[in-house]
C-alpha cells in the first residue's frame, strides 16, 4: 500500500482481479471518469499475471518473483518521465538515512534530455567545474559503466563516493571531434550560492550571480543590495544555476514584483494544485533589470528568469534554458520502499509551461568572446600616468612597493583585488571575454538611460 499524507492509492499485485473489479464497480458507482475502462484495465491486469507466469516457468534461468515485480515497477516508471523512479529497501535507505560520515560529490548537475544523461550544470568551484565539465555535455560512461538506460539516481549514485577518491567521466560535446575523458577528484562540496561584484568602469551597476537555490539565496541578495549603494542597475547571472528550493525561487521573484502569480504547479490531483503570488511589502519594480541564462539554467532558474520575464520585469539574454519544470514527490510504498511521482508541472504567470520547453531570452547570445583591437600606438592619460609615476619611483628611493602596485593595479585592465579588500572587480577586460555579460552590461546601461529620460 502506498501512502501519502492522508490519501491512498491502490496498488499492488496481490488480488489483481479482485482489484479491478473493485474499481472498477467504484468507478461506476461514483461516476468518476477514468482514462481506462474497468474491461480495459481487468484485460491490462491479466495480461501482465499471464507474461509473469510464463516468465517464471519457461525462463532459461530461474527467477523469483519479488525481484521481477521490482524491475518491472522500475521499467514502469522509467517509461512515466525520466524523474519518476521506484526505490527498493536499499535505494530508499540511501535516499532517507541520515549518516554520520562526510560523502563526497562531483560538484554537478544531471538531467535526462532526449533520452540522454545530459550535465545541466557543474557549481561554481567545484570539482566537475575545476576539472571542465560544461552544461550540455552527455555523459557516456562512468568509470567503465555505460550510462544507457541509467536513471538519474543511479548514475547519482555512482558519482557520489570517498572525499580524496577519482572517478572518469566520459562525454560527448557539442562541436567535439571525439568523446572526451574527464578525471575528477571527488570532494566534500561547498557551494556559495550567491555572489555579488562591481564593475570597474560602471560602478552603479550590480552584478549578482546566483550559484544555486539554497536557503539563504534571498537572504544573501537582499544583504548584497543594501551593500551596494546607489545601484542603478542589476545583472541577475542565473546560468549555469541547476535550481533547488523553489521558495528560494519565488522569494527572488517576489523582491522584484509587487502583485500577481509567480508561479502555480498543476497535477492530477487538487491538493497539488497551488499559486504562489508576489507581495507588495519591500518591493523593488523600478531598478532595471537584465538576467543571463543558458543551457544550464533549470528548474528554480528557469521560475525565476520566465516570470520576470512574463511580468515585463527584466531583459532575459543568453541561451535558451534546460526544460524542467516538474515537481516530484516521493510516496513510501510500506516501511522499506517508495516511489518518486511526478504529480505536477510548474506554469509561468502568462500560463506558459517550462517542462521540455525551457525559456526562450528575449535576445539570444551564444557564449564565447567578443573581439576587439588595440592600437599599440593609441595612448591613454593612464599610460602616461603609470609610466610617469614609474620612472619617478625609479629615482625617489623613498617610493614604497605598496604605492606602485597600487597604481599598476589601478591601470592595468585586469581584475586585481588586493588582500584588504572583500569586493571583487569586473573588469572591461573580463566583459569582453565574456559575450554575454558584455552585451548584458551595454543592455542594462540603456535602460538605465531610458528610465532617467522618463523623468
Do not use: C
Request: hydrophobic residues 40%.
Amino acid at each position: 500500500m502506498i501512502k501519502k499524507s492522508k490519501k491512498i492509492i491502490a496498488a499492488g499485485l496481490i488480488s489483481t482481479l479482485t482489484a479491478a473489479y473493485l474499481f472498477g464497480g467504484y468507478a461506476q458507482a461514483k461516476n468518476i471518469k477514468t482514462e481506462s475502462t474497468a474491461k480495459e484495465k481487468l484485460e491490462a491486469y491479466i495480461k501482465f499475471t499471464q507474461i509473469l507466469n510464463v516468465i517464471e516457468k519457461e525462463y532459461v534461468d530461474e527467477t523469483n518473483t519479488t525481484d521481477l515485480i521490482d524491475k518491472a515497477l522500475k521499467g514502469l516508471m522509467s517509461n512515466l518521465d525520466s524523474h519518476s523512479s521506484f526505490m527498493n529497501t536499499k535505494e530508499y535507505k540511501d535516499l532517507t538515512v541520515q549518516t554520520k560520515g562526510e560523502f563526497g560529490g562531483l560538484g554537478i548537475s544531471v538531467g535526462m534530455k532526449d533520452g540522454a544523461l545530459t550535465v545541466i550544470a557543474p557549481l561554481e568551484g567545484t570539482p566537475a567545474m575545476k576539472a571542465g565539465v560544461k552544461a550540455g555535455d552527455i555523459i557516456l560512461k562512468i568509470n567503465d559503466k555505460a550510462t544507457i538506460g541509467m536513471s538519474i539516481d543511479e548514475s547519482v549514485k555512482l558519482m557520489r563516493g570517498k572525499p580524496g577518491t577519482d572517478i572518469e567521466l566520459t562525454v560527448v560535446r557539442k562541436d567535439a571531434p571525439k568523446p572526451i575523458v574527464i578525471k575528477i577528484t571527488r570532494d566534500i562540496i561547498k557551494i556559495q550560492s550567491v555572489y555579488a561584484k562591481k564593475f570597474k568602469t560602471d560602478k552603479n551597476l550590480l552584478y549578482l550571480y546566483v550559484t544555486s537555490f539554497d536557503q539563504k539565496v534571498v537572504e544573501n541578495t537582499k544583504k548584497a543590495i543594501k551593500e551596494h549603494k546607489n545601484t542603478e542597475g542589476i545583472i541577475l547571472d542565473l546560468r549555469n544555476n541547476p535550481g533547488g528550493l523553489l521558495d528560494q525561487a519565488v522569494g527572488l521573484v517576489d523582491m522584484f514584483v509587487d502583485h500577481g502569480v509567480i508561479v502555480s504547479q498543476r497535477g492530477r490531483v487538487k491538493t497539488e494544485n497551488v499559486e504562489y503570488k508576489a507581495t507588495k511589502p519591500n518591493t523593488d519594480t523600478q531598478t532595471p533589470m537584465v538576467v543571463l541564462v543558458n543551457g544550464g539554467s533549470a528548474s528554480a532558474s528557469e521560475i525565476v528568469s520566465g516570470a520576470l520575464q512574463d511580468f515585463n520585469r527584466s531583459i532575459v539574454v543568453g541561451e535558451k534554458t534546460f526544460g524542467k519544470g516538474s515537481v516530484q514527490v516521493v510516496m513510501p510504498v510500506g516501511a522499506n520502499e517508495a516511489l518518486k511521482l511526478t504529480v505536477a508541472r510548474y506554469y509561468l504567470p502568462s500560463g506558459r509551461t517550462i517542462q521540455a520547453k525551457g525559456v526562450t531570452p528575449d535576445i539570444i547570445v551564444h557564449s564565447g568572446e567578443i573581439p576587439r583591437k588595440q592600437d599599440s600606438l593609441y595612448l591613454k592619460e593612464s599610460n602616461l600616468k603609470k609610466h610617469l609615476e614609474v620612472e619617478l619611483a625609479k629615482i625617489d628611493a623613498n617610493a614604497t612597493k605598496k604605492s606602485i602596485r597600487v597604481d599598476i593595479n589601478a591601470t592595468d585592465g585586469n581584475t586585481t583585488v588586493s588582500a584588504d579588500d572583500n569586493k571583487t572587480i569586473i573588469s572591461e577586460d573580463m566583459l569582453y571575454k565574456d559575450a554575454q555579460l558584455k552585451i548584458g552590461v551595454d543592455i542594462l546601461k540603456a535602460l538605465v538611460i531610458t528610465k532617467k529620460g522618463k523623468k
